[in-house]
């Protein structure tokens, strides 16, 4: 079992940033690919960002490359997204998710563990 908690969420002003984190704790952290995904309301949840397990590899979707930077830090158990030059598009709640694979993983059903969500709101 791994458990996932996020936290950083916020209110924040279009063209802001916020920096979300991810703590992880139950299995050996540094043997899991990690991703972002994000879930506005009346939509369907989608990617944002994922990692591999030794943070040398990394994907976005179309819509936040080069704005947001996911990392992680294998020794702290902790996998962040800074989200810079935020829209009201981006304004959802973003969920953490680790699969057991040295590569890293877009497709939402591939993960095995998530955390429970925190809410971005960015206001225009």
């Known amino acids: 079992q791994v458990q996932l908690v996020e936290s950083g969420g916020g209110l924040v002003q279009v063209g802001g940033s916020l920096r979300l984190s991810c703590a992880a704790s139950?299995?050996?952290?540094?043997?899991?690919?990690m991703g972002w995904f994000r879930q506005a309301p009346g939509k369907e949840r989608e990617f944002v960002a994922t990692?591999?397990?030794?943070?040398?590899?990394?994907h976005y979707s179309d819509s936040v490359k080069g704005r947001f930077t996911i990392s992680r830090d294998n020794a702290k158990n902790t996998v962040s997204l800074e989200m810079n030059s935020l829209k009201p598009e981006d304004t959802a709640v973003y969920y953490c998710?680790?699969?057991?694979?040295?590569?890293?993983?877009?497709?939402?059903?591939?993960?095995?563990?998530w955390g429970q969500g925190t809410q971005v709101t960015v206001s225009s």
């Open positions: 998710a680790a699969k057991y694979s040295y590569y890293y993983l877009e497709v939402e059903r591939e993960y095995d563990y």
């Open positions: 139950g299995r050996t952290f540094r043997n899991y690919a």
């Open positions: 990692i591999s397990w030794s943070g040398g590899s990394t």
